[in-house]
């Protein structure tokens, strides 16, 4: 086989494993998903956390996560503050039965509950979230204005929605993301939600350094942008 050469964090994979990986990553899918979930769930944990940072979590919250992967975040999350209900949507099969066997064995299935759904339309009434998050879908997002729409839907007239992604630039270093990605910069989104219900209240952005079995280690830029619904949604 040929492999690709002069490729950044490639690790010598061939096209073919690229796109491999990169189907996988947009939707886990069986024994190689579940290797995947793990991989994304420990190289992104620091995404994830700083996700959380600007929800401003309060007891009682009902919080919705979009594209929870394996979900082996959840024991964290759910102790951080008391009696928080947490729903998680994904559009893997694969992701959402390890997520149902992650919360049983750590005593967490009263606190959570998952649903596969389309990617779009997402399958709650108006106003039902004090808090939503979602780390590293937003490059697999199909309509994104409309997307960010459904989302302002279910979210409560006071409550926050954090998008979490990795810089445009960063993402152009891993070549796996030639295959179906839609790249971001913090521009590129601020954009999007000037046409959309939202409000951007909170910019942040981070640089971490990536390690994990198939990537290279390679410094990433990310973004952390916190919405809330505009006033005339
Ligand atoms: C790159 S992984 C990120 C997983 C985890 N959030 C993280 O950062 O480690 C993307 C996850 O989002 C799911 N996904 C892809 N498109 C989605 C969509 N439109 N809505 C919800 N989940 C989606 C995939 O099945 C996968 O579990």
New binding site residues.
Partial sequence: MIKKENQFANNGMTKEELKELASQ????DGEKGIQV?QM??E??IA??RSGWQDLSLTTGDIILE????NANHLEELLNKVDNLTYFG????ET?KSEAEKYCLENNLSHKTSFQIYD??RLPFKECTFDKIF????IY???SPLE?LNEISRVLKPNGLFTVVFTDEETMNKLSFTEFGFTKYTDTKFEELVRQSNFELIIKKNYIDIIKSKILTDIEREYWVMTLTKGTNS
């Fill in positions: 990553l947009g939707n886990p979930g994304m769930n190289t992104n995404m994830t979009l594209g929870h992967g949507l994904d559009i893997s992701m990617g779009q979602t780390v590293n879908t697999f997002w199909q997307f």
